[in-house]
């Protein structure tokens, strides 16, 4: 019988103390700071420009009006010229030596009355398979205002999305998709911490195929701040992963998209694809903060991606947990 390995040495990274994490959260605020100056500077050329983003046009389609996608990543829906944004960004996270594959999302602002109907053309639109999986990691309201528009059918109703949309009143901002969609109501379960929606998105064209949505809806987060457990995230993160499609990115919003949503995914990527936190010991010799690099390439593709210090710290808590979990001494 093989004794159990008692000398599994934690990664450094996650023995830091409270003021080294700190200072390397600051750092990534300086870095952000930079892109955006370079992007002031150099609205046209800049890699960080925010391009049409900024245009007053659509502005009705930004909740919130700090928050938008850097112009070389955002999604851009299948519509006229023109008339093709979403603030939605296309996130892809690899950490050399580290990803044992790349994680792929979609982070994007809670939809709002005005553009709901574009967030489901634009699911049905960047997932090429069926079971497409939307986390969904803020309450609709908080404060009593609205952080998240309701979106999707609770009962055995159906919401219809059109082809063409008016977000706007100029004719640059009508939107005429492919199709028309149905969003129809098919089961809800609730679990302990979250509520999981199943939906069946079903185009109006004959020769598309309807696609089956699960809608993960995790409430308990308030804005500005970290959970307040680490169990429900690390389940919420299995539950989704188990029924997403293989080819499909993983969409992930809060209100803004940015700071629960960066969490989650940071967390997620961790738990599911690195080396550190999947196999029987931690990668040896490495010496990057992996955490640190996670939001790092975060921050290069979306804006304020974990937002707040509180959010920053919870990570490393989380994974200084998880880790403890997996290797018990």
Known sequence: MVSPNFDIQMPWYLKQEVPEIVDKFRFIQQQEDLRLRDATMYPEESRWSLGVSVDEKND??????????????????????????????????SVPT????????????????????????MC??????????????????????????????????????????????ADLE???FPSALDVSFESVTQEDHYVVTRLRLTPEMPNLAPKTV???????W??????????????????SHSVNGAQNPIIVHCSAGVGRTGTFITLDHLFHDTYDFTQSSP???YKHDLIEQIILQLRTQRLKMVQMIDQYIFIYNAARWLFQMEHPS
């Open 60 to 93: 009705c389609r930004n909740r919130y009006v700090n928050i938008m996608p850097y112009e070389r990543n955002r999604v851009r829906l299948q519509v006229q010229e023109g008339s093709d944004y979403i603030n939605a960004s296309y996130i892809k996270v």
């Open 283 to 285: 990668l040896q010799g």
């Open 124 to 169: 049905y639109q960047i997932c090429p398979q069926d079971d497409v999986v939307v986390v969904m990691v803020t309450p609709l309201v908080e404060a009593g205002r609205e952080k998240c528009f309701k979106y999707w059918p609770s009962n055995e109703t159906k919401l219809h999305v059109a082809r063409q949309q008016d977000v706007g009143d």
């Open 98 to 121: 580290q990803s044992l594959r790349p994680g792929h999302y979609i982070a994007t602002q809670g939809p709002t009355k005005r553009t709901w109907q574009q967030f489901w053309q």
């Open 222 to 239: 308030k804005d500005m701040s970290k959970p307040d457990e680490i169990l429900p995230i690390l389940k919420l993160s299995r539950h």
């Open 174 to 176: 009508k939107s005429t």
């Open 214 to 220: 699960h809608h993960f809806y995790f409430d308990q």
